[in-house]
């Protein structure tokens, strides 16, 4: 199991327990290898001393749902087994081999259809932060390390229907990927939606990279569940690592006809000056890096 996975399934949980507090953020700490394999600490802050029973309880229910709607299954304890009389095992596993043999009150049956698991396929899809992050094309080529930071320092945020996440013009302070439910992007200028997004995609990266107003509003169309990257988490992560902001400029500097849409010029201000170092300013400049 990946360091990485047992991080966003030990946050996913604390973000979900309303007597954890949002800030301080929870936190997850590699404590090393123990004889059972990965040791890991969550570190959560409360209000309520008195409570701290209960929420660890509801701390250990949420990582048990978290687990089982990604199929991990918990590690167990090896345990040496020692058999002392060999021929009683044998003779007791022909028995049960026996058509009709009982052993108590259970018979041996043969599972019918209607006993069978349901297909993976049926079961509600979990997403996993880091493969989401990794769709967007500016993180796609990012380290675990940096993708644990962004999880770490983003948030989850739970909408109802028809609630306005943004509007067309406000600062671009954030992007936004849709865990589950559905969001319409629409352009209130021509009074037009001009598209829909589901669980799994991701909204309003460029005006957070570039520092523009939104270009549409965004409203959910059922209740939905974001995981938000706003302004300082970005900052943070650009800040300890430094190469994220050139691999980004890149990734702008070759979509300058989306930029040029939304009014953002990458043309040289000076000469022999390349979009690319015209993006990285920029970026520089918002970010202070």
């Known amino acids: 199991m990946e ?40 570190l959560v802050w409360i209000n309520q001393p008195a409570e701290i029973q209960a929420i660890k309880s509801a701390l250990y229910y949420l990582i048990d749902t978290e687990m089982r709607s990604r199929h991990i299954e918990p590690g167990h304890p090896e345990r040496n087994l020692r058999i002392h009389n060999p021929e009683a095992l044998v003779s007791l596993f022909r028995q049960l081999q ?48 940096e993708l644990r930071h962004i999880i770490e320092e983003g948030y989850r945020k739970t909408l109802p229907a028809d609630e306005t ?34 669980s799994g995609e991701f909204i309003g990266e460029m005006s957070l990279l ?14 939905t569940m974001l995981f938000v990257v706003d302004r300082d988490n970005l900052q943070s992560l650009l800040a300890k690592h ?34 690319f170092a015209e993006i990285r300013k920029r970026i520089q400049s918002i970010f202070g890096i």
């Open 242 to 275: 430094e190469e994220l902001a050139d691999r980004i400029s890149e990734e702008l500097s070759k979509r300058q006809e989306t930029l040029e849409r939304l009014g953002i010029t990458v043309s040289s201000t000076e000469e022999d000056e390349t979009p």
């Open 3 to 42: 360091p990485l996975v047992i991080t966003e399934v030990l946050l996913a949980a604390a973000r979900q327990e309303p007597g954890v507090l949002s800030s301080p953020s929870p936190q997850v700490w590699f404590k090393g290898y123990g004889e059972e394999g990965m040791d890991f600490e969550l």
């Open 210 to 223: 570039m520092g523009t107003p939104r270009t549409a509003t965004l409203r959910t169309l059922e209740e």
């Open 165 to 198: 996440i943004c509007r067309e013009n406000d600062p671009g302070d954030s992007f936004y990927i849709i865990l589950s439910g559905t969001v319409e992007v629409f352009v209130e200028s021509i009074g037009k939606r001009v598209a829909t997004r589901k």
């Open 98 to 145: 026996t058509p009709g043999v009982t052993n108590g009150s259970s018979s041996m049956h043969n599972q019918s259809a209607t006993d069978k698991p349901k297909p993976e396929s049926e079961s509600p899809k979990t997403w996993m932060l880091a493969d989401l992050l990794r769709q967007v094309s500016y993180f796609e080529n990012c380290s675990d390390l």
